[in-house]
């Protein structure tokens, strides 16, 4: 991956802990290392397949001057967010964010803090099969695209499909999105837990019904076993209500741990059944 690198932007800011800092201010220096593909720019001289770095530069003061904070964490933090949203062409930033004139009592040349944001590629799996399950679909895509930090690429058809594990209930309703999103995979999960409950989901029997039912199925090709989001999703390869809907926008993407491809996943568990 090509690389862009901002070094030593000096910028005059209210941040921090104590009532002085944010009464008189301080200096700031932050640097930036953005990952992006400058083949197409280098040989065209198109700039607007670039990042125009002086216009980047102007966004970056407006945006650190545009509220205060305590921490510094917060500012690099929020400034890799917003060069992120800003710029698609940029897929990483690491912002690093120096303070000179840190207020402690001790001879030291600078603090420095650096934070690290990317561009992830997600596949949430959803299913409903209570009430208005169309309506429910609808409804949580919605509220995942309409959030600033996650941008939907591909959204599946809904397909009926029946009940997997608890048989007594309703047929589901499911489908699958593809989402482009700069959350790591528990930001992503707690986000998913937020909008289910906003949506009335209940836990009351394991694999019954439910109003909703939102699942990271791959998040890039990140193979966890972190008991908040395991990922890949530990059964999507047994599921046809997940392989189907999932062939239908990404029939190439391959499993990380079973290197195989969804279209090849599907076929399989076809053949089986």
């Known amino acids: 991956m090509d690389k862009m690198y901002i070094r030593d932007l000096e910028l005059f800011g209210f941040h921090g802990v104590f009532e002085a800092e944010k009464k008189l201010g301080q200096k700031f220096i932050l640097s930036f290392e953005l990952d992006l593909d400058l083949k197409t720019a280098g040989r065209t001289g198109d700039l607007t397949k670039s990042v125009h770095y002086g216009e980047l530069c102007e966004k970056i003061e407006a945006e650190f001057i545009r509220e205060n904070y305590d921490l510094i964490e917060t500012?690099?933090?929020?400034?890799?967010?917003?060069?992120?949203?800003?710029?698609?062409?940029?897929?990483?930033?690491?912002?690093?964010?120096k303070k000179p004139w840190?207020?402690?009592?001790?001879?030291?040349?600078?603090?420095?803090?650096?934070?690290?944001?990317?561009?992830?590629?997600a596949y949430i799996g959803l299913g409903s099969n209570v009430g208005d399950k169309?309506?429910?679909?609808?409804?949580?895509?919605?509220?995942?695209?309409?959030?600033?930090?996650?941008?939907?690429?591909?959204?599946?058809?809904?397909i009926i499909t029946k009940p997997w594990g608890y048989l007594d209930q309703e047929d589901f309703l499911n489908a699958v999105i593809e989402i482009?999103?700069?959350l790591e995979a528990d930001?992503?999960?707690?986000?998913l837990l937020k909008f289910e409950e906003e949506l009335n989901r209940e836990r009351v029997i394991k694999w019954g019904p439910r109003t909703i039912d939102l699942?990271?199925?791959?998040?890039?090709?990140?193979?966890?076993?972190?008991?908040?989001?395991?990922?890949?999703?530990?059964?999507m390869h047994e599921r046809e209500f997940v392989l189907r809907p999932l062939n239908e926008i990404a029939p190439y993407l391959?499993?990380?741990?079973?290197?195989?491809?969804?279209?090849?996943?599907?076929?399989e568990l076809n053949t089986d059944n």
């Not at 930001?187 to 986000?191: H, I, T, V």
């Open 102 to 121: 840190a207020p402690i009592k001790k001879h030291l040349d600078t603090v420095e803090i650096m934070v690290e944001r990317r561009r992830h590629r």
């Open 215 to 235: 699942d990271i199925i791959m998040y890039d090709e990140i193979i966890s076993s972190n008991e908040k989001v395991i990922l890949p999703h530990p059964r």
């Open 75 to 97: 500012v690099a933090l929020n400034l890799a967010d917003f060069i992120l949203n800003e710029y698609n062409v940029i897929s990483g930033a690491k912002v690093f964010l």
């Open 180 to 182: 482009d999103t700069i």
């Open 254 to 267: 391959m499993h990380p741990v079973l290197n195989k491809r969804i279209f090849t996943l599907l076929e």
């Open 187 to 191: 930001e992503l999960m707690d986000l």
């Open 134 to 158: 169309e309506k429910y679909l609808e409804e949580a895509i919605e509220k995942i695209s309409s959030e600033n930090n996650i941008n939907l690429r591909k959204k599946s058809s809904f």
